[in-house]
């Protein structure tokens, strides 16, 4: 059932225990449409961001990867999320060297009427935007999250187009 009502994030003081401690954090839903994910801060002064794979549904924290951190706090937040449930969405993974450069990315595609579109995600498996090819063969770039236009790696992206059409070219 879809609401037409945008939901307030959650907010949360949670206690968990990691590698023996009991942790006490406090933890701030930031709505996000392809991930759970929390702004998470810890008594310590320590805070991260911490959000769901989409392909596994494990925790990640963000530019560090999958840790027990990430573990404890999922297992102890999934018991307040809204949505539970984990469905998977296989990715393609694309990894190669261009000009001295290593570009890696994860990308789910699908087909909605007679248009194509690429979820993109980056290599710490984190969603950044969705791209589709438009009949007269420009991209269009949707669903960024980025507050500016500045934080996009033209080079990255420029290389994402070129190596789309490899993969799909052949599905109609």
């Known amino acids: 059932m ?4 945008k939901q307030a994030p959650m907010n949360r003081l949670l206690q968990f225990e990691v590698d023996g401690v009991v942790r006490k954090v406090k933890a701030g839903e930031i709505s996000h449409q392809h991930h759970n ?24 924290e963000e530019d560090i990867g999958f840790t027990s951190l990430a573990a404890s706090f999922g297992r102890e937040i999934q018991k307040y999320l809204r949505s539970p ?3 998977p969405k296989l990715l393609t993974w694309h990894n190669q060297y261009v000009k001295g450069r290593y570009i890696k990315f994860g990308f789910y595609h699908y087909i909605s009427g007679s ?6 995600y980056n290599a710490s498996r984190k969603y950044l935007y969705t791209l589709t090819v438009m009949e ?3 991209w269009l770039m949707l669903g960024n999250i980025n507050n500016s236009h500045s934080r996009i790696d033209i080079f990255f992206l420029k290389k994402i187009i070129d190596i789309l059409p490899l993969y799909t070219s052949k599905v109609r």
């Open 2 to 5: 879809y609401s037409l009502f």
């Open 37 to 60: 994910m929390f702004k998470v801060c810890f008594e310590n002064g320590y805070e991260n961001i911490f959000f769901t794979d989409v392909e596994t549904g494990e925790w990640i």
């Open 115 to 120: 248009q194509k579109f690429y979820q993109i």
């Open 136 to 138: 007269n063969d420009e």
């Open 85 to 87: 449930y984990h469905v």
